[in-house]
């Protein structure tokens, strides 16, 4: 695994409300999969630090491994804390309260995240309240850009979630749709495990696809045909294996063949994800698309989808990639809005799997 990196420190966050200055530095943990993230938050506007360690071991099993990732988490987190905390110029005893992402992701990880924020607190005296992750990626944008002009689509990419959600204003959402199967980013992950070009699987086959040729291999757009929101990726992803089966089955590849498969392939997923969430803007009369998640770091689908919005007139909010993946500083912007609405102490905060489960407030569809 990696040191803590400081990524991000005494910067603004745009989303902020100067009513959280009640919760004057606010300590916010994320740990929902394979990265642990701290921030210190001052007055619900500025991050005075934060740290993100990625987990390299899980590269040597081709994805991440649960019961690693938490043992990871339970090792890293106490200091990453004092880090953070030294980093900031903040003692402990200076803490207002503590934000923790409790759902959805791997219970595991949560837990450990849940129980240090809940045993850290309660230490302190000070109150701990829970935030979802989804909706930290759903408002990523805001931590550099403000608010949007509403109401707005947000596309949600990573390895574990594809979702394309309607914002009327922050809290108000409704569901449009997602992933049937595969998330996009986990149909990378298992292209690039195809192909043998390790874990995780976006950055090497972004890299590949720009030397390949998008059209050398028919790859299905799934469910394009369909009307509705809904996405699916793993009948890409077996066409892909069917491909590779019949060049020889495994790899090593021939170069080119390699990278024209990844030009293919991700030709086929930015397809499907643009014409989508050009079709939810269409259906919403959306002002604006927001887009988070791993997945954002993409570079087509950031230039597809910022070429496809200035011919459609709409704004286009894209994080800097360090708050595409996951990240403590969203989780702080959520976090800073709920407690400047008066979010209290949450005294039955438990780790929530699923996000159906989860308690995100939001909208049928």
Known sequence: MTAPAASHDGAAIQGGHAAAARARLVLWIETSCDDTSVAVLEDGTRLRAHLIAAQDLHRLYGGVVPELAARAHL?????????????????????????????????????????????????????????????????????EHGEPPWPAVSLVVSGGHTELVEIRGVGAYRWLGSTRDDAAGEAYDKVAKLLGLGFPGGPPIDRLAATGDPAAFDFPRPMLDQPGFE????????????????????????????????ASFQRAVVDTLAAKSLRAIEATGARALLLGGGVACNGELRRRLT???????????????????????????????????????????????????????????
């Open 231 to 262: 996405f699916s990726f793993s009948g890409l992803k077996t066409a892909v294996a069917m491909t590779l089966a019949r060049a020889g089955g495994g790899p090593p590849f021939a170069e080119r063949f390699t990278a024209d498969v990844a």
């Open 75 to 143: 090792e890293l987190l106490p200091r990453m804390v004092a880090a953070a905390l030294d980093e900031a110029g903040v003692a402990a005893d200076r803490l207002t309260a503590i934000a923790v992402t409790h759902a959805p992701g791997l219970v595991g990880s949560l837990v450990v995240g849940v129980a240090f924020a809940r045993a850290f607190g309660l230490a302190l005296g000070i109150p701990v309240v829970g935030v979802n992750h989804i909706e930290g990626h759903l408002l990523a944008t805001l931590l």
């Open 307 to 365: 070429d496809d919005c200035a011919r459609q007139g709409v704004a286009l909010r894209i994080p800097a990639p360090r708050f595409c993946a996951d990240n403590a500083a969203m989780i702080a912007l959520v976090g800073a809005r709920r407690l400047a609405r008066g979010a209290a102490e949450e005294a039955e905060l438990d780790a929530v799997a699923s996000l159906e489960a989860s308690g995100l407030s939001i909208s049928a569809r």
